[in-house]
């Protein structure tokens, strides 16, 4: 029952992106998108404008924990490589000697049972239940069911990091603070997080490729909040950037022309073998016939990424993003990857972490380990971070 729902989710999620970037043709599905249209003026005026304005008068109240916060996160959904970033601010602070927790929504993760939360609520009136530790900056506590797929893969990068999961995150902001004497609070996609004000900085990502996604607002489109929002940003990072970025940045001084402006690339380090952690360097994949498997918002990049490391990509079968893969669709990769040839199957170490057990290993799963490379913009970003260790 729960994989055919996943399924079922899954279809009706394509059909949708199909819908609002126009790549389904019809006059129904013309009627729908002028249908999610009139739904995003309503969102907008509800769910950005009305909500801001209340937390401005505070009838909606926020919260301030006396310590460093930093929201990062995007205008749209989905693709714009944020895991990454969060982590390389987490390591540099964490070298700087701040004392850093990761505080994460667990989008897609196991939620704690419903009886303790609604137990909570009747008899407390709030969600008494603590947050989710992924990692108490010792150890990896939970499996990337439970913790999401993002927060667990964060806290297998990150061994000396704390990580969090918890929809309320001034509760695990709290939590960190008291249990393990955080001083540095990152928020992954904190962006439209408003709740957790207090000393704030606010770094926003702008996909190269896709800045503003189709310029809608959802449910019309992949805007969470108008591309004039930037103008609250303290940094703002180019991601996936080639250099040719001229337009975009004119835009972008359109909305804030103070903030500081960070161009970097997804740099891959390394191939890790999923089951058993054997490393290979880049070249690896050099000259080989590579099968790939992604499920994520936008897998082009990654499989452009092992074309140009060399490899002859045979065979490719994305997911929906997120997807939580079956034993089964493992092994139908291996039989699609060894009637093309291929000699190993390549995914990503975000897909590699949703992975089953398997017993049959006919080809060699790699994941492909990639972190943020500033290509320009060091000094802002060496700028940005002494802001947040000496304030």
Request: proline share 4%; with cysteine; glycine share 8%.
């Amino acid at each position: 029952m729960r994989e055919t729902f996943r399924i079922w989710a899954e279809n009706i999620g394509a059909f949708y992106l199909d819908v609002i970037f126009e790549q389904r043709p019809g006059y129904r599905a013309s009627c729908l998108r002028g249908f999610l249209y009139v739904l995003s003026k309503v969102f907008l005026l509800v769910a950005v404008k009305a909500r801001r304005f209340l937390y401005n008068v505070r009838i909606l109240r926020d919260s301030t924990l006396g310590v460093q916060v930093i929201a990062i996160g995007n205008l749209t959904f989905g693709g714009t490589g944020k895991t990454p970033v969060v982590e390389k601010f987490a390591r540099e602070l964490q070298n700087q000697g701040r004392t850093v927790a990761i505080l994460s929504r667990g989008y897609r993760s196991k939620p704690p049972p419903l009886h303790k939360t609604l137990l909570d609520r009747l008899l407390f009136r709030a969600d008494t239940t603590p947050p989710r530790v992924v990692s108490d900056g010792k150890s990896l506590l939970l499996d990337s069911e439970t913790a999401g797929d993002e927060p667990y893969m964060l806290a297998s990068n990150l061994k000396d990091v704390v990580v969090l999961v918890d929809k309320d995150r001034v509760k695990s902001g709290r939590y960190a603070i008291e249990k393990f004497g955080c001083d540095t609070l990152l928020l992954d996609d904190g962006f439209q997080y408003w709740k957790l004000r207090g000393r704030r900085q606010d770094i926003v990502l702008v996909d190269r490729q896709q800045p503003f996604g189709n310029e809608h607002l959802q449910p019309r489109g992949s805007l969470r909040e108008p591309p004039e929002h930037l103008a609250r940003a303290s940094t703002i990072f180019i991601t996936k950037s080639d250099g040719n970025t001229q337009a975009l940045r004119e835009r972008i001084a359109r909305y804030n022309a103070t903030a500081g402006i960070i161009e970097c690339i997804h740099h891959p380090l390394y191939f890790e073998d999923v089951f058993t952690g054997q490393q290979h360097g880049l070249e690896f994949i050099r000259g080989r016939k590579v099968a790939s498997l992604s499920g994520i918002a936008q897998p082009e990049g990654f499989e452009q990424s092992l074309v140009t490391l060399g490899a002859e990509l045979v065979y490719s079968k994305r997911f929906a993003d997120h997807h939580r893969f079956s034993q089964q669709e493992i092994l139908n990769a291996i039989n699609r990857g060894k009637k093309r040839q291929a000699e190993i199957i390549i995914t990503t170490q975000k897909d590699a972490v949703r992975f089953p057990k398997i017993d049959r290993r006919d080809l060699p799963f790699y994941f492909m380990r990639v972190e943020i490379k500033i290509v320009s913009g060091a000094d802002d970003f060496r700028d940005c971070v002494r802001k947040i260790c000496f304030r």
